[in-house]
């Protein structure tokens, strides 16, 4: 531990906070979105601006601190936090502006997408984020970003044109298609390996009303809803986006009362072409197999962005697995069936995202996202308030996890991930691994930055 005498010089320092297990603030800042994880970091930097990054960045340096950064805190395995060493939390710096003539806004660090979708709607303008919108922007961005405008606009970092970011050396630079395009290559989809990023910088669309929600059929239709899903969504326009899920209806409004508590499979839509079309492109869905829920319609795109947030607030157990996938096979599909039919609490659910349309545009080499050749991110979530459910939870997740990897790709996004050890991490960034490497033995060979999904220097 740093002498006090040291601790107090930096807090002295500092515009932000700096916590300790005794300060007030300290238990909650300490929390992070999955209450599964329960971790104690000696010193909890909340910046209050980009001079505190710094200053946190050489802090822990400095001092031989192992060092996490905390975005939004929603990572799955609990990388914004750590044991015992140093918190650079981001999340007072929210900063946002929208140039809506160059339809472009810039970000600060510690936005969540409900920031930034708050603000971008105003000018009736987003870029594409996730599918709930209190997760951060900063991690959900610096791994790929999957969410409703992947087959319009692409993932997140397709829309990403420039970041601020403290390297391990406390020096501020900028990567861009122009500046430092090496390390701009590596933070679109190496996560936060290479640095503090301050600000992200995203080209919007024209997107305000969009034509969604979810559309729900009963479970003993699930094999043809499923066969007749990974038929149109390979071929649907790129104006149309939709995932497919296993789930449970919650038991209150806006579910009717006799469907509270069935298991059933879905699709959540969200149609970005033009209003006046969107009934006559959703006539054929409708009509394939008449949905048990129709919640589909016009709806302003944060409140699709919002919609499932109350369903899961922060502080559940969650448990997680994850692929990517190229081919839905009848046996996968049987299997999914299988497993999903054995959902083990309210909250828990698999999505299948699809990663094809505009994604599929940029080449698996032009960033460091290799997977652009998959058509889906699979995930498997066990989820519960309760932690005496974790073994239900986790049991069910690695049981229909393991049936399925056989007919996956391989690897699987990284945000979608626990620690799941070095081998994976290589398996999701297949031949853009030892660029990474190059790039990391550049610019953190000391691996400062590896509370995430670690990149090893090598020298
Ligand atoms: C309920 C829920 C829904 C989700 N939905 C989606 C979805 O629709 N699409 C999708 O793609 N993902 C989704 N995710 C996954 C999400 O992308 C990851 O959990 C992501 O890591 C969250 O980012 P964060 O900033 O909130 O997390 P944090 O826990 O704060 O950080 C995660 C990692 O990113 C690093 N990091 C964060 N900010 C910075 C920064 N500014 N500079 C450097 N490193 C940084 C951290 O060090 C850490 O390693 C979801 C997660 C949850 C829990």
Not at 86 to 112: H, N, Q, W
Not at 205 to 234: C, D, K
Not at 437 to 449: A, G, I, M
Request: charged content about 20%; glycine content about 10%; aromatic content about 10%.
């Amino acid at each position: 531990m740093p002498a006090q005498a040291t601790l107090e010089a930096f807090k002295a320092h500092l515009r932000g906070e700096l916590l300790q297990a005794n300060d007030a603030g300290y238990e909650t800042a300490r929390q992070v979105y999955n209450g599964m994880i329960d971790r104690h970091p000696r010193l909890i930097v909340r910046c209050g601006n980009v001079a505190d990054i710094i200053a946190a960045v050489h802090f822990g340096r400095d001092n031989d601190l192992l060092v996490s950064v905390r975005g939004g805190g929603h990572n799955a395995g609990g990388l914004g936090v750590c044991d015992d060493g140093l918190v650079i939390d981001l999340s007072r710096m929210k900063g946002i502006r929208v140039d809506p003539v160059a339809r472009t806004v810039r970000v600060e660090g510690g936005c969540t997408w409900g920031d930034v979708d708050h603000t971008t709607h105003a000018f009736g303008l987003a870029t594409p984020s996730g599918i709930i919108s209190t997760t951060g922007v900063g991690g959900l961005t610096l791994g790929g970003g999957l969410g409703h405008l992947t087959r319009t606009c692409g993932l997140s970092i397709d829309n990403l044109l420039a970041v601020d970011m403290i390297l391990a050396d406390g020096r501020l630079v900028t990567a861009s298609a122009e500046e430092n395009t090496d390390l701009f290559w590596g933070v679109r989809g190496g996560g936060g390996n290479f640095g503090v990023v301050t600000s992200f910088l995203f080209r919007l669309h024209p997107i305000s009303t969009i034509y969604g929600g979810p559309m729900l059929w009963p479970l003993n239709q699930a094999t043809e809803v499923m066969q007749w899903y990974r038929e149109f969504i390979t071929q649907a326009p790129e104006d149309m986006n939709g995932f497919f899920a296993f789930l449970t209806v919650p038991p209150g409004p806006p579910f009717p009362e006799h469907l509270h508590n069935q298991t059933m499979c879905g699709i959540v839509w969200c149609y970005t072409g033009r209003q006046e079309q969107a009934e006559a492109t959703f006539k054929p869905i409708r009509s394939f197999r008449p949905p048990a829920l129709d919640l589909v319609g016009p709806l302003p795109y944060p409140a699709l962005q919002s919609m499932f947030d109350p369903l899961y607030p922060p502080g559940l157990q969650w448990y997680w697995r994850a692929d990517f996938v190229n081919e839905l096979s009848d046996a996968a599909i049987a299997l999914h069936v299988k497993h999903s039919s054995d959902i083990p609490t309210l909250h828990s659910t698999m999505h299948l995202y699809p990663i094809n349309g505009a994604t599929h545009r940029v080449g698996k080499h032009d960033t460091a996202w290799s997977y652009r050749d998959a058509t889906w991110a699979q995930v498997i979530v066990g989820v519960d308030p309760n932690p005496a459910n974790n073994d239900k939870i986790i049991g069910w997740t690695k049981a229909y996890w393991e049936a399925l990897h056989p007919y996956s790709a391989g690897g699987a996004y990284v945000n979608f991930m626990m620690d799941e050890g070095a081998e994976r991490v290589k398996a999701t960034y297949r031949d853009n691994y030892e660029r990474l490497v190059t790039l990391k033995n550049l610019y953190d060979p000391t691996n400062l930055f590896r509370v995430n999904q670690n990149i090893k220097p090598t020298v």
